[in-house]
Structures are given as structure tokens and as C-alpha cells.
């Protein structure tokens, strides 16, 4: 089962390097398991490395079964045991701090989430080449935080210093992938405001001369990304007609063209004269994507236990309105499988009288794909076990 946390916008397939792997792999044991492993492992003083890869086992788990504040507490724990190892083991560590800033995301704590990430990237700084590829992967995240906040001038900034270093660095792949960050800065900016065009155009004529193989998936990113925003600026574009730009474009993973925006309605609310978001409000939705494109058979899997509001059935009707790239299937396929969870979160804060965290400005929308890997084999039926907007 994959989980991807954290990138809004996807990095190419393929990779100059072994960066730090952010997508994180759940093997479906049961939370006892997990959970034994890690106090077994920790009682016979394990090796930190084990430490590390336990922890974000269970934590991986916890996250699963929809407990966030305990996977976030187990991240803690072994942060503060392993942190000071990042010298000896850089990337595991980088690994867990980063884990922990997502789940700290995800839990409304964005302060934490952005100081988490740069840890991260001082984590692999303290035992690798610090003008090497990894370094300069883990950065383009932290730029991916200062995006996530608004923060765009620094955002792009780094960026455009991180695809010069490739550039020169000779990874095409890191290169193509901080430009088209850039790009979908600029074009989505100029899809509101005329003043944003000349550099958007600049930025799309640079990442199409491009010419490496390495490149060549985030090429056809920028395609479907003026598919997207065509969509988003003209209400009368006929979806299928726009479709027809990228309809030589067959992917053998699924590529999402276009999703309407969920209205989250009143699940933000007042209580004793403060806003507060309703308690773990997620639910996990199974669908298909078939070949062409259009999403069926979608099924509610589970939600959590007091999760509530129109806003449930509003994702379930966006999700089904979504168009994705058609798919390369083999013959008699009846597409992929896909299992997602739909979070609410929103940002809290202490407040000024006691250490009790509030809710504060509008909540949002964050995706994670929960897919098994068996289920998101092509050709998958209809026999199959069940399994950030």
C-alpha cells in the first residue's frame, strides 16, 4: 500500500539519484504488530537505524487507521532519539524528520511542518556532500513548503537556484523538475492576471527545449498543465474538446487532468465563541479510473468515526467529476484501482491564555493515495479485496 504525502505537484518518474524516499510503504500488519515491534526493538536498546525504520512502520500504521496525534507522538519519540545520528546516518534520519514535519502538515501545525522539512535538509547536509544531488532533491521540498504557505518570491527562488545547480550538475531529470515548479507558479498566476503571461511563456518555451529522455515525463506535465489551466479559466471549455490537445499523451499511471473544488461547507464551526474543525473528519473513497479517463464505481471504504457534513458527499461527487489522461491498458483491462483518504485540516494555534491549541482560518482539503500495490496493477477487477486540494 502506497501513501503519497506531500507533493502537490509530482516530481518526474525517473530520478538522477536515490533521494530520500518520500513515498512510504505500508505493508498492512496489524497496528499490535507494528506497535510490539517497535517496544521490542526499543527494549533490546535496537541499533538507531533500526530504531528509525521501526518507528515509521508503526507510525505509518497509526497514520492509517486515522490515529494522527499517535502516529505524530511516535515520530516525536524517535526524533528525539535519533536525531543527533544524522551524521553517521543522514538519509534515514532526513527520512524521519521529514515524516514527522508531514504528519505535523497534516495535523493543522504548519510552523512545525516547514521547521521539520528544513531539518530535514539539515540532516542530510551533516553526513553528505552538501553541492550533491540528494542535498539539492531535499531542497526543492523545503521549497515546496514555502509554496504550500504562499511564501511563492522565496519559493521560486529557490527553485530557479536549485535547476541552475542541476543544470550544471548534469541532472536533468532534478533540473526538469524544479522548473516545472516554477512554471506552474507562473502559468497559474497568469491564468488570473494578464501581467504573469510573458514569463509564463518564457518559462514554458525553456522547459520544452529540453531534450534529455530524463525529462521527457515533466514535458508532458507542462502539456497537461495548459490542459488544466484552460479548464480553470474558461467555465464554458468543453473538457473533452481540451482533452484533445494532450489525446496522443496515454499514461500507464494515472494523471489527473481536472477534479472541481470541494466546498467543505460548515465543517469549520463555533464553539464557546472560538472556531474549531469537527475531530479527525476524513474518509477513504475506492474508485476506478478506466481507460478513457472518467472515474466509476466508487465506494465509501471507511470514514472516521465521528466524521460528518454535506462535505462528505461533495468530495464523493467531485470525485466522481474527475478526468484523468487516458490510460495505456492491455486488452480487456477495465482500468485501475485507486483507494484515497479525503482530510480536513486547518491550521491551529496555542492560544494566549493556556496551552490548548484552536483552529484557525479557513480549513482545507488534503488527498492521500492509499492504494495497494495489488490493487493498482492494470487490468485489476472487480474482485479485488477492498483497500493534499
Known amino acids: 500500500m502506497l501513501i503519497l504525502l506531500l507533493l502537490a505537484l509530482a516530481q518526474p518518474a525517473a530520478s538522477p539519484v536515490a533521494p530520500t524516499d518520500q513515498t512510504i510503504t505500508i505493508t498492512g500488519v496489524s497496528l499490535k504488530v507494528t506497535g510490539d515491534a517497535l517496544e521490542s526493538c526499543l527494549a533490546r536498546a535496537c541499533p538507531p537505524a533500526e530504531d528509525i525504520a521501526t518507528s515509521m512502520t508503526h507510525a505509518e500504521n497509526q497514520l492509517i487507521a486515522g490515529d494522527l496525534q499517535g502516529a505524530r507522538t511516535t515520530l516525536l519519540k524517535s526524533t528525539g532519539r535519533n536525531k543527533p545520528h544524522a551524521k ?13 514535519a508531514e504528519v505535523a502538515s497534516l495535523s493543522g501545525l504548519t510552523d512545525s511542518g516547514r521547521i521539520g522539512t528544513i531539518d ?3 540532516a542530510l547536509k551533516a553526513g553528505l556532500p552538501k553541492d550533491g544531488p540528494q542535498v539539492a532533491t531535499q531542497r526543492l521540498l523545503v521549497a515546496d513548503v514555502f509554496r504550500r504557505e504562499g511564501r511563492y518570491p522565496t519559493a521560486v527562488k529557490m527553485y530557479d537556484a536549485i535547476a541552475d545547480q542541476a543544470a550544471r550538475s548534469g541532472w536533468p531529470s532534478l533540473q526538469a ?5 516554477s512554471l506552474a507558479f507562473y502559468a497559474t498566476a497568469a491564468s488570473i492576471s494578464p501581467a504573469y503571461r510573458g514569463e509564463a511563456r518564457r518559462r514554458y518555451a525553456a522547459l520544452r527545449r529540453l531534450t534529455t ?3 521527457q515525463t515533466v514535458r508532458d506535465a507542462s502539456a497537461l498543465l495548459e490542459a488544466k489551466l484552460l479548464i480553470m479559466s474558461d467555465t464554458k471549455a468543453n ?10 499523451k496515454r499514461t500507464t499511471t494515472p494523471m489527473l487532468v481536472m477534479m472541481p473544488p470541494v466546498d467543505l461547507g460548515t465543517t469549520l464551526t463555533r464553539t464557546g465563541g472560538t472556531s474549531s474543525i469537527t475531530r479527525n473528519q476524513w474518509v477513504d473513497f475506492r474508485f476506478r479510473i478506466t481507460g478513457d479517463g472518467t472515474v466509476e464505481d466508487i465506494e465509501q471504504l471507511t470514514r472516521a468515526p465521528n466524521a460528518q457534513g454535506e462535505w462528505i458527499e461533495r468530495a464523493q461527487r467531485a470525485l466522481a467529476d474527475r478526468r484523468y489522461l487516458p490510460l495505456a491498458l492491455p486488452p480487456g483491462s477495465t482500468g485501475l484501482w485507486r483507494r484515497e483518504r479525503f482530510m480536513v485540516v486547518a491550521d491551529q494555534v496555542a492560544s494566549d491564555r493556556s496551552r490548548i491549541r484552536t483552529h484557525v482560518g479557513k480549513p482545507r482539503l488534503h488527498i492521500l493515495d492509499l492504494t495497494p500495490d495489488a490493487d493498482a496493477e492494470l487490468g485489476a477487477a472487480s474482485n479485488l479485496s477492498p483497500r493534499t486540494q
Do not use: E, G, W
Open 177 to 181: 523538475a524544479a522548473m516545472f515548479r
Open 88 to 100: 553517521k546516518l543522514p538519509v534515514p534520519v532526513s527520512n524521519l524528520l521529514f515524516f514527522n
Open 120 to 122: 530535514s535538509l539539515s
Open 213 to 215: 529522455p530524463a525529462s
Open 239 to 248: 473538457i473533452d474538446d481540451v482533452l484533445q490537445q494532450v489525446k496522443t
